[in-house]
């Protein structure tokens, strides 16, 4: 067989050429313009016309970080992150632990956990209005413990409700996630720990949790990124991130800011300075981790 | 081993179903009741509140039929497109040498950390103004048109399959075209369903893209329709919940019994190999 200069199979090549024009087209490519519209004077314009669109240096940041409701919006979802991901993690491990035994009505339990997680967010949004709205069936429940106003028109609760709802959602994704990972960790370890004496917290704490470390991470991550691409609930739950946005998000601003107003290139400066927010978070994250070890 | 060991795992996992579920369970009394009832009594269905009008309703205000179908088109369109290019692509990346593959299978990783939020002003200035694809079909499908996923659920899958299959069809003088179509399409099978479930929740819950690019309300997914129906048209309805738990009941239904359906092919060994690749 000849190596050419393309490879032992070339036709690999062609193969994943589909894939690799996609990838190009729809992510290098607008992630490319995102930085570059982010630091130009950039209008939206008809197909064809061309106007000129000077470089403006950090003003489109400047003009988003002077703007108080984009800094809300990074207070908010920094809120929502601190509540939503340690939930996420500790209840996805939690519920994939339980389910990780020989138990009567093993796949009931699996397949009610991801419900939530294969319907669309427009959907169980129109329920959750219904259910935390003031004269809703939670405040019914909860009597005089309701807060007043209710949940989602609420200044201190809007943000709080999102997240939890977005933990809701996302739990059964996370619960399988850690499932798989559960099947990793080498049955020997729990018995030297029972013959060691250690009750089942104590295995927990000593084999589980560092067995499913890799997942960990990888469950934090993914929960930081669904976090930072909040969009669906704040604009309808909240309706537009209320009140006096309180949930609205980065997401949510762009929307407004590029959209809304035809700002696009204050939109993409938002947009950049989000994913470098996660970006940061992700590397604390790795750093905390490798100091553990 | 000991009796009573499990009792936290019975208690989790009731409580766990509950929270999960009863949502969906309210959903659908919520979507039956002729006047809402939010009080407890009302959590359970009351023969003399049950009618068909907020589904009536919802199909008048937005045309359900009508958007339902704008979904299966766009749905249908990213499944097809994922089925075909990811299946080459996943081939490829597992069990052919070629040069540039490790680029690509790293940029493949690399773009799970993106947020597709950030790339929305772009694509917008691209697929909208640059092609004037708005309010179109293919503008909907276009960003999603492979699922990336399952491209990783294809190459994990070829992954697992011997080299040496391949390497003895090439052997007895088979071309690569004819190592792929006799050889690994009829081995894939097993992983099309997987990656279809997966790849079907994706553009059929999707809501930011087809909002953005969609005004006519003809060509709007159901999503699309339900969304703009409950943050504009719902408080002039008589019973607005009702009309929304109707609409929600429809746009969910497809989804969740997809999933119980087929159940069994998607389990966290299809996933598994994610976590540990």
Redesign the interface.
């Known amino acids: 067989m000849t190596a050419s200069i393309l490879g032992r199979h070339p036709v690999g090549l062609l193969l994943s050429a589909p894939y690799a024009v996609y990838i190009a087209a729809v992510f290098a490519y607008p992630l490319g313009m995102a930085v570059w519209i982010s630091f130009h004077d950039y209008i939206f314009t008809a197909p064809g016309v061309s106007v000129p669109r000077p470089f403006v240096g950090t003003d489109n940041y400047t003009t988003a970080l002077a703007d108080p409701a984009v800094r809300q919006s990074f207070v908010n979802i920094l809120i929502f992150l601190v509540i939503n991901v340690p939930l996420t993690v500790v209840l996805s491990l939690l519920l994939a632990t339980a389910l990780n035994a020989a138990i009567p009505f093993r796949t009931f339990f699996r397949v009610g956990f991801y419900v939530p997680y294969v319907t669309a967010s427009v959907a169980v949004v129109g329920v959750w209005l219904f259910l935390f709205s003031s004269d809703g069936l939670v405040n019914q429940v909860l009597g005089d413990l309701a807060p007043d106003p209710s949940w989602l028109i609420n200044e201190k609760w809007a943000m709080p409700s999102i997240a939890l709802f977005v933990t809701w959602k996302q739990l059964g994704f996370f619960i399988l996630l850690y499932l798989a990972a559960l099947q990793n960790v080498p049955s020997e370890l729990y018995e030297s720990a029972a013959v060691d004496g250690a009750g089942r917290w104590r295995s927990f704490r000593a084999v589980t949790i560092p067995g499913v470390r890799p997942a960990t991470t990888l469950v934090t991550l993914l929960a930081i990124i669904t976090g930072a691409n909040l969009f669906t609930e704040p604009y309808l739950l909240t309706n537009g991130g209320g009140p006096s946005g309180r949930s609205a998000s980065p997401v949510l601003l762009m929307y407004q800011r590029g959209i809304e107003q035809q700002h696009p290139d204050v939109a993409a400066a938002i947009g950049v300075l989000l994913v470098a927010g996660v970006l940061l978070l992700a590397g604390a994250q790795r750093l905390l981790e490798r100091s553990r070890e | 081993m000991t009796r009573g060991?499990?009792w936290?795992?019975?208690i989790?996992?009731t409580l766990?179903?509950i929270?999960?579920?009863f949502?969906?369970y309210?959903?659908i009394v919520?979507s039956l009741q002729a006047t809402?009832d939010?009080?407890?009594s009302?959590?359970l269905p009351r023969p003399d509140n049950l009618s068909l009008d907020n589904y009536r309703e919802i199909n008048a205000a937005i045309g359900l039929w009508r958007s339902l179908l704008n979904s299966v088109i766009v749905t249908a369109g990213v499944v097809v497109g994922t089925l075909v290019?990811?299946v080459?692509?996943g081939?490829?990346?597992a069990q052919?040498?070629?040069?540039?593959?490790g680029t690509?299978f790293a940029?493949?990783l690399l773009?799970q950390?993106?947020?597709?939020?950030?790339?929305?002003?772009?694509?917008?200035?691209?697929v909208v103004?640059?092609?004037?694809l708005a309010d179109s079909y293919l503008g909907m499908i276009?960003?999603f048109?492979?699922n990336s996923v399952a491209?990783f659920v294809f190459r994990q899958f070829f992954l697992q399959l011997p080299v040496e299959l391949f390497e003895a069809a090439r052997l007895d003088g088979a071309s690569?075209?004819r190592v792929?179509r006799s050889v690994a399409l009829p081995l894939v099978r097993p992983a099309l369903l997987t990656a279809t479930l997966l790849t079907f929740?994706g553009p059929?819950?999707e809501?930011?893209w087809p909002f953005?690019i969609t005004k006519e309300t003809g060509m709007q997914p159901l999503?699309?329709a339900?969304?703009n129906y409950?943050?504009t048209v719902a408080s002039a309805a008589s019973n607005p919940?009702g009309a929304?738990?109707a609409?929600?009941?429809v746009?969910?239904a497809p989804?969740?019994l997809?999933?119980?359906a087929f159940?069994r092919h998607?389990?966290?060994?299809d996933?598994?190999s994610?976590?540990?690749g």
């Open positions: 060991r499990s936290w795992r019975t989790a996992l766990g179903a929270v999960f579920l949502p969906f309210y959903m919520g809402p939010t009080s407890l009302g959590a290019f990811g080459l692509a081939y490829a990346l052919l040498r070629y040069r540039g593959r690509l940029a493949m773009l950390v993106i947020p597709f939020q950030l790339l929305v002003i772009p694509l917008y200035v691209q103004r640059g092609y004037g276009l960003p048109v492979i491209v690569e075209i792929l929740i059929w819950n809501f930011l953005l999503a699309v339900l969304a409950m943050s919940y929304i738990l609409g929600a009941c746009l969910a989804a969740v997809l999933f119980i159940q998607f389990v966290s060994s996933l598994g994610g976590v540990k």
